[in-house]
């Protein structure tokens, strides 16, 4: 009887991150202290498709900030523990210079950054644990997302599988979640078909590329940020591009304005 009743939660199902199955809490993406707070429009890819196709897409309309019950309690609070306040202190860093710029971003713009003290491999794996919340689980083990994540100091990641890239992004062009999709880049003679997901959680945005053999240009890669040790604070640059969306009511993977000429 009990058992039933669990099985009719909508929250029942299987963890993102270690695969068990049980009751599911909300994953804030990205973590609540890092502006996460307000109401969000929640698209999966393949709502954004059937929107594209003229269907309204369906959202949930969540009160919590952006999110997805996605993590069993223990991996909700291990991530919590381990990786996020590394990325809330980055991600509010960031927006604090934002806001000291006297001329608003353009579409396009490069910003140098150098970080001091700065926990790289936790932050990245911040990123990671987000992007699994959109993943099928069969995905992040296939990707060892899994391992990566449950061990706490673990930098291991098989860069042949994944591109991992990062972009700006302004508060109004916000909150865009799209599980993997297909999105066809056209070459000189041919059109490939490459596998994105694409997280956009103001003040940043991430590309996840699981198909590296097709690369993509918009923001830089941040693959370099698994090379560090769990405790090393590192001293880095990063470039980064701020980019817009074409279409803010079309929440599709890389649906960036077209980049001014170089
Ligand atoms: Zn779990």
Redesign the pocket.
Known sequence: MKNNNLKKNNHYGV??????TGMLTFEHIPPKKAYNWERAKIYNGYEALSKSQGEPARYSNSQQGMGKYS??Q???NNTGTWYAQAYCDFAMDVIKSLHKGDQPLKHGDIINYRFKDCPALQIVKQVIAMFCSLLPYHEVKRLGFDRLLLEQKSNTVDKELFDLRMYLTSVENGQVMCGPTAVLIKKPNSIEASWVSDLSVYPFGFILNLTPEIPVNYGGSIMDMFDVDYDDKCEFELTLQYLERSNNALPLPLMFKELPNK
């Open positions: 963890c993102h991150i270690c695969g068990k993590l069993c223990s991996c909700n």
